[in-house]
Nanobody
Framework: QVQLVESGGGLVQPGGSLRLSCAAHGRIFSINAMGWYRQAPGKQRDLVATVTTGGRTNYADSVKGRFTISRDNAKNTVYLQMDSLKPEDTAVYYC??????????????WGQGTQVTVSS
């Protein structure tokens, strides 16, 4: 079994910062792309940022210049550093990873979600 375990969410004032972490546990051969998505109440789940094994990153326009995604391949962990937070960043944040669990067997896994609330 493979699990993605998230941490780091919470309540922060506008302009503040938070750092999310997501660690993959279980029988893992390798991990391909990892990323973060978010879902606000009544809205669809949207891409926030992704990072490849080699470190190439991609960001939603709404977070460019404010959020930084990174990963530690030795720890099977992906991070999301969120700075200059705005109320519109309020959402449940989910991590995602393409994990190889055996020969030619890759599955898409999701974390349980962590709430981020930006409010004064």
């Amino acid at each position: 079994q493979v699990q993605l375990v998230e941490s780091g969410g919470g309540l922060v004032q506008p302009g503040g910062s938070l750092r999310l972490s997501c660690a993959a546990h279980g029988r893992i051969f390798s991990i391909n792309a990892m990323g973060w998505y978010r879902q606000a109440p009544g809205k669809q789940r949207d891409l926030v940022a992704t990072v490849t094994t080699g470190g190439r990153t991609n960001y939603a326009d709404s977070v460019k210049g404010r959020f930084t995604i990174s990963r530690d391949n030795a720890k099977n962990t992906v991070y999301l550093q969120m700075d200059s937070l705005k109320p519109e960043d309020t959402a449940v944040y989910y991590c995602n990873a393409g994990i190889v669990v055996g020969p030619v067997r890759q599955y898409d896994y999701w974390g349980q979600g962590t709430q981020v609330t930006v409010s004064s």
